[in-house]
């Protein structure tokens, strides 16, 4: 399915998740709001974690706790007010900043799954997550990569991709969140097609008719030929050939260490990338406080933060909520097309 929110009611609010409340999550949040946000926002995660970053950010800003949304999201509008769908137990009040923390983990984690449960019943247009602490969520005994996989799963969404967007470049990812040493296997002729004609989703999705799509390549100098691997002749290729034939504009297997420099000039409108790595150095090379996740293949629209939970600055007023607003903005731009 395209990036499209096709169930939200017209003027419901935009679900903001705190991700890991012992990460930066509840500063850049509070941080947004007292800047002011543009839509109806309802942040999901533990109102007293928003709470005591509002007192330690000096931020007048009121609390207010929701055990259900309206069919409007008008209220969610008002001025000096964070409104938000606490999760349970509620963490304690001397949850340690910047360690990873099981409890912190599993409320991340539920608050997650209440704005996708939101999301499919069509009360909330979007969800825009802040940082998750992966190690933090297995210690709860959560068994997941990352935000894609658990969207994925919750939400029933069959194929599903990640793609990082900023000023300059658009990365799909083939996978995601495996070793290195299972990049190769975990490759195939379907699933190089399934990326590409997602990629081409994506791109229309954000106004883009016709993308120009380039793949690259899994080896060095996009395997040679065969000479350092075959799986550019064997999948990348065949998968290639495919998609031009239904239609898509695209070309490769290129080598990684150009594509992206091409993409960047803009010979490409969207580069796919083999493996996780290969996709997000250039991006976050541009800028991490630019850069977007958006997870493609979803039933609504989901953004993200480029950047982790960042417990080392966490608690300390420094962090930077520049990466969260663009992906709210992202978001916002993506629910305005058809």
Not at 69 to 75: A, H, K, N, V
Not at 166 to 175: C, E, G, P, Q, S
Not at 233 to 245: D, K, N
Not at 259 to 281: S, T, W
């Amino acid at each position: 399915m395209p990036i499209a929110c096709v169930r939200s009611l017209p003027h419901a609010p935009v679900a903001l998740t705190l991700g890991d409340a012992a990460g930066i999550g509840p500063e850049i949040v509070v941080k947004l709001h007292a800047e002011g946000l543009p839509a109806a926002c309802v942040v999901y995660g533990d109102a007293g974690a928003l709470r005591r970053a509002c007192q330690a950010l000096a931020q007048p800003l009121r609390i207010v706790e929701l055990t259900a949304l309206d069919t409007t999201g008008e209220r969610y509008r008002e001025p000096g007010c964070i409104f938000v769908r606490p999760t349970s137990p509620a963490l304690p009040a001397d949850l340690p900043l910047g360690l990873v923390d099981a409890r912190a983990g599993r409320a991340a984690y539920e608050a997650l799954c209440l704005a996708i449960d939101d999301a499919l019943l069509g009360q909330v247009a979007a969800i825009v997550t802040a940082p998750l602490n992966k190690e933090a969520m297995h210690a709860a005994g959560l068994d997941f990569a990352g935000h894609t996989e658990i969207l994925a799963q919750r939400s029933g969404a069959p194929k599903v991709a990640m793609m990082l967007i900023n000023d300059h470049l658009r990365v799909i990812l083939a996978t995601i969140h495996i070793a290195l040493s299972e990049v190769a296997p975990a490759l195939s002729v379907e699933l190089e097609l399934r990326t590409i004609e997602l990629a081409q989703q994506a791109c229309q999705a954000m106004g883009i008719a016709a993308p120009r799509i380039g793949v690259a390549g899994l080896n060095p100098h996009a395997g040679e030929q065969g000479k350092f691997g075959r799986e550019e002749l064997e999948l990348i290729a065949p998968a290639i050939a495919s998609a031009r034939a239904r239609g898509i504009d695209v070309s490769g297997p290129w080598p990684g260490d150009t594509l992206f420099m091409r993409a960047r000039n803009g010979e490409f409108d969207i580069c796919v990338a083999q493996y996780h790595d290969q996709g997000l150095i250039p991006i976050k090379y541009l800028g991490v406080d630019k850069g977007v996740n958006i997870t493609v293949g979803l039933p609504f629209v989901r953004t993200s933060v480029d950047h982790g939970t960042a417990f080392d600055i966490a608690g300390k007023n420094v962090a930077d909520p520049s990466s969260l607003r663009v992906a709210f903005e992202t978001a916002l731009s993506l629910l305005r097309r058809p």
